[in-house]
């Protein structure tokens, strides 16, 4: 207890710490007690509890002492102590700022515990909006649904081990189905190292696998509203991985590396001959659009395209042209001639030959026939002894050699008519598949086994057995390579084999209507003809049908004249034609690989399959080999589901004057030494060199036009002019699919 | 305050250098953020331990404002523009209302002590009260002392009409918020032009209360500019503890979702 001052009517001062001070302060007479702790005034504590007789107070107060109205006692001419009423402790400031703090804490504790309980609770404590495609999605769903879809843990229904990139992979697997997770690119270590720098691959596989993973929230920052960008990047985002820095396109990015010209071209096509030679001799204007512009179509680069198609771009010049090479159809099986004294003689197995086919050891025969005969070991021998021009004649041999290839060969042949006869298509085929493995060397892939149905693709096997009919007599001794069932046999013996059988039934041959359309008339002559009352009259007539004109639309035909089988084509990109063609440059392929199980045998020739499909069109063994690249015969197309490095659209750089000419880009390469011309007719003179021929063809499509430079895109694209962000024109996710594509 | 421009430029480069990186940025500020708040809260520490010597209060105020300047930027940094999510906001508003009072309290603490020095009257804010109540009884005693005189009920009427109010009634709101001297010349100037209406023991009764009414209007001077510093410590106070709770929530609500809590 201090003594009062006579100067200070608050002396002594109130303890700093205490919550509550002296209700008399306002009024400068606090006390210098104060009040206690929980705020009650000293005079009402303990024994002075009792009421205060503050007249009492004044009368005996000595003023020697403290008490509650000290600075009163002092100064008598202050209020008295009854009309000041009593002490009512007020709290200490910093206790009132405690109060208000814990006040407001609490408040705003139970205020958030509040919220958590609220159905929409998700609601409040959102950090923002979803872009726009995801509030698409996810806008339907609950609230509670929509946070446990991406971000694991974040309810009791998600295992806290699922990441949030397999979330996201949840819904986007579809357009990334073989993104590599959590790594750059999508693409696997092994495939970045590649990129990057092959030579290294060990080291830098190394170096990489110490890199950290990606994850998808690195670029893709969600709850930033509708409409915000989720797939912008800056360039620093692209250059924290890139070792090579550099500051923008037009200082310092790496120049085009065979660019845009980095996909092979599959057709076979000569700009400066075309416009020069082709067009200009026509006093017609050489433009690009015509080939390469649809604008009713939408591809991966806008509505340009490599080829807008063969009836939009080359159907007007081309069309007769690829007409006329096949008028005739395609001789596939050609009887060869044999000596009439080989008919005679029991020995020689061909007592049935054609009469006329026995005018000596002639005849050609086709690459068709060559890989059908090739699956029969005993020809095997003739064939490698043929020339490569597929001509008896031409072989090199005397008079002797040429007979016994050609007796060989005859009775290869029989074997094939009589094993067709008896076992349609299937014998066919299967002399096809045994060749084609037995060529490449492994089992024939899908691709491959699709190859030979076209090749069998509507083959009458009537058409056999009329050959069996009408060439061959109807004799007993069909020198198959199988056995000749009783059936046939009796039949054949029986002279009555098309008029009950069941097989010619117009009803039943479907297949055959199909491929001879409207004109039936063959196969009512065929069971005509194999009546045993057809008259030498009729027999006479039939022979003066000409095949090629009732199939003029397609289809397979007997050529009675030079007893043949012949094939017409269905105009421009016949499919059995294709894959003859395609097949036939497999097998030469694989024989020049060493690939073959068998001898190259001959299998090649001079002329191939008709048609000049290898004039346009690019055949790449190599490329046809691969499971997913089957596509030869058309141009090749940039795939619009899948994601490359680098992206470009034409539309808008062609709305621009200056760029509105194709060659302002792609510029002619000057140093081109031959024309398409000049190499196919340079090859012409080489015979079986096709595969020669077609690799310099794909290095002049390759350097018909120059490679783009940097600087052609820099002009425009800089600082200050149009975009030259990184993802202007490239690509971040690209997959394993897109990298193969690139490459 | 080269220090903390120093550390808020090389956060910024942090910032930058996580970013092209592609790293989360946004942890490093909610971090640094964090820490720096928390260090923020230091201060209020500091003053809980009176007798321990760990250093003068201003000293740690000194790195209270240093910090809070830091942490207020980094705040700019961390949360981008705009801010989205009710809790967020509220978040931010209320970061916002901490750091702004605190920027304003840093000010004011700076300017008041000039502008209370520059008058004569040295009080705390808790004497003020009972020196107004002793300046007003004084002036009521010298108001009726003057009445006994000949110069009649002049000054006494004047005492009664303008000055009673003055001494005994506290001054309004605006006063607080703006103080100023409108009133004090006003009533010096009223009480001037009494002088020809007064004699010799009138006009010393009129200069006593002159004297009276500048000390009153300097204790309130003086209590304006102490109190509003008060309030604004109070109100820069009263919310720290509300956002350390919303700080929390917010903490763990984002490594709950990041599916790493």
Redesign the interface.
């Known amino acids: 207890m201090s003594q009062c001052s006579a100067n200070d009517v608050t002396a002594p001062r109130p303890n700093p710490s205490a919550k509550w001070v002296c209700g008399y302060q306002r009024a400068g007479l606090a006390c210098g007690e104060g009040p206690d702790a929980d705020g009650v005034c000293c005079q009402m504590k303990g024994e002075r509890k009792k009421a205060v007789d503050h007249e009492s107070c004044e009368a005996n107060c000595s003023g020697r002492h403290s008490c509650e109205l000290t600075g009163f006692r002092r100064q008598p001419q202050l209020p008295s102590h009854s009309e000041l009423g009593p002490c009512i402790p007020q709290r200490a400031a910093w206790f009132s700022r405690h109060v208000i703090m814990v006040n407001l804490a609490l408040l705003t504790a139970g205020g958030l515990l509040l919220c958590m309980s609220l159905p929409h609770r998700e609601a409040i404590f959102v950090p923002g909006g979803l872009s726009s495609k995801h509030a698409q999605i996810l806008g339907n769903l609950l609230v509670s649904e929509r946070c446990s879809l991406c971000h694991p843990n974040s309810h009791a229904d998600v295992s806290s081990m699922v990441l949030q990139d397999d979330l996201c992979m949840k819904c986007h697997t579809s357009h990334m189905p073989d993104a590599a997770i959590r790594s750059p690119h999508d693409l696997t270590t092994t495939q970045l190292v590649s990129l990057a720098n092959p030579a290294q691959a060990a080291s830098g596989e190394a170096e990489l696998s110490r890199m950290k993973s990606t994850q998808c929230a690195m670029c893709h920052i969600e709850h930033h509203g509708n409409g915000f960008d989720l797939t912008a990047m800056t360039d620093a985002s692209c250059q924290a991985c890139h070792q090579h820095q550099f500051n923008s396109l037009a200082a310092g990015h790496p120049q085009f590396d065979n660019f845009p010209y980095r996909t092979q071209r599959k057709i076979a096509f000569d700009h400066s001959a075309h416009e020069g030679k082709h067009f200009g001799t026509k006093n017609e204007k050489f433009e690009c659009g015509r080939c390469h512009v649809d604008h009713l179509q939408k591809g991966a680069l806008g509505s340009v395209f490599r080829s807008v198609g063969f009836e939009k771009a080359c159907a007007s010049c081309h069309n007769d042209s690829i007409k006329s090479t096949t008028i005739n159809g395609w001789a596939l099986i050609q009887l060869p001639s044999i000596a009439p004294a080989d008919a005679q003689a029991d020995s020689q197995r061909l007592n049935e030959w054609p009469a006329s086919a026995q005018f000596g050891y002639e005849g050609e025969i086709s690459v068709a026939l060559r890989f059908l005969l090739a699956a029969d070991p005993e020809v095997h021998e003739a064939l490698s002894r043929l020339p490569a021009s597929g001509k008896i004649q031409d072989l090199a041999g005397g008079e002797e050699e040429r007979a016994q290839v050609a007796r060989a060969l005859a009775r290869g042949v029989r074997r094939l008519i009589a094993d067709v006869a008896l076992d349609g298509q299937l014998a066919w085929k299967r002399r096809l598949k045994d060749i084609g493995q037995a060529s490449l060397g492994r089992d024939l892939n899908p691709h491959e086994l699709q190859l030979i149905d076209l090749m069998s693709n509507g083959l009458p096997p009537d058409l056999f057995r009329q050959m069996e009919l009408r060439w061959f007599g109807n004799q007993h001794g069909i020198a198959s390579t199988v056995a000749l069932p009783v059936r046939l046999v009796s039949q054949l013996q029986d002279q009555s084999l098309l008029a009950g059988d069941s097989l010619l039934d117009a009803s039943s041959a479907t297949q055959d209507d199909l491929v001879l359309g409207d004109d039936d008339s063959l196969l009512n002559d065929v069971s005509d003809a194999t009546s045993a009352d057809v008259s030498k009259a009729d027999s006479v007539r039939f022979t003066n049908i000409k095949g090629s004109e009732h199939v003029a639309d397609g289809g397979w035909y007997l050529d009675q004249e030079l007893l043949a089988l012949r094939y017409m084509p269905r105009g421009h990109a016949d499919g059995t034609l294709a894959a003859w063609a395609e097949f036939s440059t497999l097998v030469d392929h694989a024989a020049r690989l060493g690939q073959a199980t068998i001898a190259k045998r001959g299998l090649q020739h001079a002329d191939g399959v008709p048609g000049a499909c290898t004039e346009c069109h690019v055949l790449a063994p190599q490329r046809a080999e691969a499971l997913d690249d089957f596509s030869n015969w058309s141009s090749a197309k940039r795939p619009t589901l899948v994601r490359l490095f680098t992206k470009f659209d034409h539309t808008p750089h062609l709305t621009l004057p200056s760029l509105s000419d194709c060659r302002h880009c792609h510029v002619a390469n000057s140093q081109s030494v031959l024309s398409l011309g000049q190499i196919h007719a340079e090859h012409a003179s080489s015979v079986g060199d096709r595969q020669l021929e077609q690799a310099a063809v794909c290095e002049f499509l390759e350097a018909e036009f120059s490679m783009m430079r940097l600087e052609q895109c820099s002009t425009c694209h800089r600082a200050g002019g149009a975009k030259d962000a990184c993802t202007q024109c490239h690509n971040y996710h690209v997959g394993t699919q897109g990298l193969e594509w690139s490459k | 305050m080269t220090i903390t421009l120093l550390a808020v430029g090389l956060t910024a480069q942090a910032v930058q250098w996580t ?6 940025e946004s942890t490093l500020t909610g971090w640094t953020l964090l820490a720096s708040t928390a260090g923020l809260y230091l201060l209020s520490v500091r003053k809980q331990f ?1 007798t321990a010597r760990l250093g003068r209060v201003s000293a740690w105020l000194q790195v209270h404002v240093y910090m809070g300047t830091f942490a207020s930027i980094l705040f700019l940094m961390h949360i981008g523009w705009p801010v ?5 906001t509220l978040l931010a508003v209320c970061f916002t209302i901490v750091a702004f009072s605190g920027i304003v309290l840093g000010v004011m603490s700076r300017r008041t002590p000039k502008r209370l020095l520059a008058i004569p009257v040295d009080r705390r ?3 003020i ?3 107004r ?2 300046v007003a ?1 004084e002036a009521h005693e010298t108001a009726l002392a003057s009445a006994q005189f000949g110069e009649g009920a002049t000054l006494a009427e004047y005492y009664k009409q303008s000055l009673l109010p003055f001494f005994q009634s506290p001054r309004g709101v605006l006063y607080l918020m703006v103080p100023n001297g409108i009133l004090r010349r006003k009533l010096l100037r009223e009480l001037g032009d009494l002088e020809r209406y007064l004699a010799d023991r009138g006009n010393s009764s009129r200069t006593a209360l002159a004297a009276m009414v500048t000390t009153k209007d300097d204790l309130d001077y003086q209590y304006a500019l102490q109190a509003r510093l ?1 309030l604004l ?2 109100f820069h ?6 956002l ?3 700080i929390g ?1 917010h903490v763990v ?1 984002v490594y ?6």
């Open positions: 970013h092209n990186r592609l790293g989360d009176v989205r999510g009710i809790f967020e804010l808790e004497q009260p009972a020196d109540a002793t009884r008060r410590f109070t106070l009263s919310l720290t503890w509300a350390a709770i919303m929530v609500l709950r979702f990041q599916g790493t809590l």
